[in-house]
């Protein structure tokens, strides 16, 4: 599993671990947020590009990210896709903490940012993904507040 950094290029899982890990060493006294979001775009008829980004967010003096594209066969169902970005999100969610945990930063809580809202065809999804991301111990946001989602991840599926 591997993850682009805008800044280093492309990294690998326990390099990506490490950035994040070395950013909250940085500052250990600050506030920081742990936030996993994916965003998927159709590409024709062939198949979808889902990305799932991690925004270390040093709240109040700015963040760095790292993100990852993956393809899968075209979904025809909304919901099969916005499913699939929540899985995608949970899966990178559940390492990075569980690799935190490992170490010193356990008390960095994980925020899901998912691609739903209360406009739009995905209004009927909010209380299902919703509560897969609760049910599985995470903070769960929804559009406008996932913009690990909406912006980030969204920013690098085209």
Known sequence: MNF?????????FEETY????????????????????????P?????VC???????????????????????RYMHNLRQR????????????TLITARLAEHQDAAVN???HLDVGE????KELI???VGIVIGSGFQAMIKPDSYGASKVADKYTK
């Open 50 to 72: 889902f990305v799932t980004a991690i925004i270390i967010h040093r709240v109040g003096k700015g963040a760095r990210y790292f993100f990852r594209r993956t393809y899968q």
């Open 127 to 129: 209380r299902e993904v």
């Open 18 to 41: 490490r950035q994040i890990a070395n950013y909250l060493d940085e500052y250990p006294e600050e506030k920081h947020k742990l936030i996993i979001g994916t965003d998927s775009q």
């Open 43 to 47: 590409r024709g008829q062939k198949d």
């Open 82 to 93: 916005i499913y699939y970005e929540t899985y995608l999100s949970l899966e990178v969610a």
């Open 4 to 12: 682009t950094s805008p800044t280093l290029g492309e990294l690998t």
């Open 110 to 112: 994980a925020e899901i």
């Open 119 to 122: 406009n739009g065809e995905t």
